[in-house]
């Protein structure tokens, strides 16, 4: 099956922003793959003069907050990282049955890569925006605070056109649609996790990619 990949581009973040990028970039991703009949629901940004388009149930909305909390998690035992958070589609195949009962085999037809460069807080003050920037101590601080937001909406902007180009273009690889379910394909968001090791999440999925021999397995 042809996986097709996104590599979205580097967005600059504090922890403090990492919420609200993740959660309108994810579900902007998810509301473009949704192919059932959707109630569509506009959700504005805590951070940010923006809003996204959210069409998950109260259920899926939850799993997928409850990965972006484990990120941000991960993020504050590993500061100033550059890392990936991963959204992919998959078909779920039975495989044939053998001895130790059957095996469930995950078909990976697209993938959408995150990438976050997470600066340390202490170094560039503790953003704390609610669509107003706050002094973070004295005029230059704040001046450099406020400016990196500004271009850090700007940047998110353009990952969401971004992501409206790619889901209109990429097409031809999305199965056929067997359900009238609102979400279509089962999806699964992969984050670093606390026991990778000082390579990032990069070793881990080269590890994977090893043990699998294609990218497209990766779970």
């Known amino acids: 099956m042809n ?9 600059v973040v504090v922890p403090t922003e990492i919420q609200d990028v993740l ?30 388009v959210s069409c998950l149930p109260y259920n899926r909305s939850y799993l997928s907050y409850e ?7 991960w993020v504050e035992k590993h500061p100033n990282r550059k890392c990936q958070v991963c959204l992919s589609f998959y078909e779920v195949k039975n495989k ?4 130790f009962g059957n095996k469930i085999e995950r ?18 003050g503790k953003s704390h925006y609610t669509k107003a920037p706050v002094s973070t101590g004295g005029k230059n601080a704040s001046e450099e605070s406020s400016s990196r937001h500004a271009a850090l909406e700007s940047s998110l902007c353009e990952v969401l056109f971004q992501i409206i180009r790619f889901a209109d273009e990429k097409k031809d690889h999305i199965p056929t ?9 089962p999806f699964g968001i992969s984050t670093p996790s606390s026991s990778d090791s000082s ?21």
């Open 3 to 11: 996986c097709e990949t996104c590599q979205l581009k580097e967005l």
């Open 23 to 52: 959660r309108c970039i994810l579900h902007t991703i998810i509301f473009h793959r949704a192919l059932g009949l959707v109630r569509p629901k506009d959700v504005e940004c805590e951070h940010f003069e923006l809003t996204y």
């Open 67 to 73: 990965k972006i909390d484990q990120f941000i998690g």
């Open 96 to 99: 044939h049955a053998t001895w």
């Open 107 to 124: 078909l990976y037809w697209e993938q959408w890569y995150i990438n976050l460069h997470v600066l340390n807080p202490k170094s560039h």
């Open 177 to 185: 649609v067997q359900n009238s379910e609102i979400i279509s394909f």
């Open 199 to 219: 390579f990032g999440w990069h070793a881990d999925v080269l590890k994977r990619m090893l043990q699998t021999g294609h990218p497209s397995m990766l779970s």
